[in-house]
Antibody, heavy 118, light 113 residues
Framework: EVHLVESGGGLVQPGGSLRLSCAAS????????MTWVRQAPGKGLEWVAN????????YYVDSVKGRFTISRNNAETSLYLHMNSLRADDTAVYYC???????????WGQGTLVTVSS | DIVMTQSPDSLALSLGERATINCKSS????????????LSWYQHKPGQPPKLLIY???ARESGVPDRFSGSGSGTEFTLTISSLQAEDVAVYYC?????????FGQGTKVEIK
């Protein structure tokens, strides 16, 4: 059974940094693109970033370029999101999701809440 | 960026009624290479992660009840719930995965009248 478990969320001050992790199990992790999606309080879903099987292709939404870094460790079947220069509008629940070719996001974790506030 | 616009923003129907949610993209999400629409639909309930219902605009994900169906092509798409059940109360999102950045519609909230 596919499992995705996010961790690392919490309260951080504006300008601070945080690293989110997503532990994957139940599928061949190195065979799938992986994605981060977020949902700000009371708002809709926003795609944040994704990363190719081997990490050689990476894409970001414009609002996080230069501040966030997505990475993965296939040996540890883990996905990461390094977030720097955090702003109040980065406050959201962050989900990791598996990208099945042709089907978009077929499995999602439960999410981890990031709150950026002084 | 491809802008996804859903309508209506919310709808309230009686149990057993048909629910129709529309999604329009600012440009075509139909691939000429494989004739597939890169459009998916998700169901999102409070406290749960989003759940994939439909991909390629009309392919139902495994385990999804057959009262859910997707249709459309190019720039206009529809999610239909043929007979609304209590457990279908949720926010529904369309999403294009044709071009980076992937983008979602603003969501449609479905409630029971």
């Amino acid at each position: 059974e596919v499992h995705l478990v996010e961790s690392g969320g919490g309260l951080v001050q504006p300008g601070g940094s945080l690293r989110l992790s997503c532990a994957a199990s139940g599928f061949p992790f190195s065979s799938y693109w992986m994605t981060w999606v977020r949902q700000a309080p009371g708002k809709g879903l926003e795609w944040v970033a994704n990363i190719k099987l081997d990490g050689t292709e990476i894409y970001y939404v414009d609002s996080v370029k230069g501040r966030f870094t997505i990475s993965r460790n296939n040996a540890e079947t883990s996905l990461y999101l390094h977030m720097n220069s955090l702003r109040a509008d980065d406050t959201a629940v962050y989900y990791c999701a598996r990208d099945r070719p042709g089907a978009s996001l077929d499995y999602w974790g439960q999410g981890t809440l990031v709150t950026v506030s002084s | 960026d491809i802008v996804m616009t859903q309508s209506p923003d919310s709808l309230a129907l009686s149990l057993g009624e048909r629910a129709t949610i529309n999604c329009k993209s600012s440009q075509s999400v139909l691939s000429s290479s494989n004739n597939q629409n890169y459009l998916s639909w998700y169901q999102h309930k409070p406290g749960q992660p989003p759940k994939l219902l439909i991909y390629w605009a009309s392919a139902r994900e495994s385990g999804v009840p057959d009262r859910f169906s997707g249709s459309g092509s190019g720039t206009e798409f529809t999610l239909t719930i043929s007979s609304l059940q209590a457990e279908d109360v949720a926010v529904y999102y369309c999403q294009q995965y044709y071009a980076i950045p992937w983008t979602f519609g603003q969501g449609t909230k479905v409630e029971i009248k």
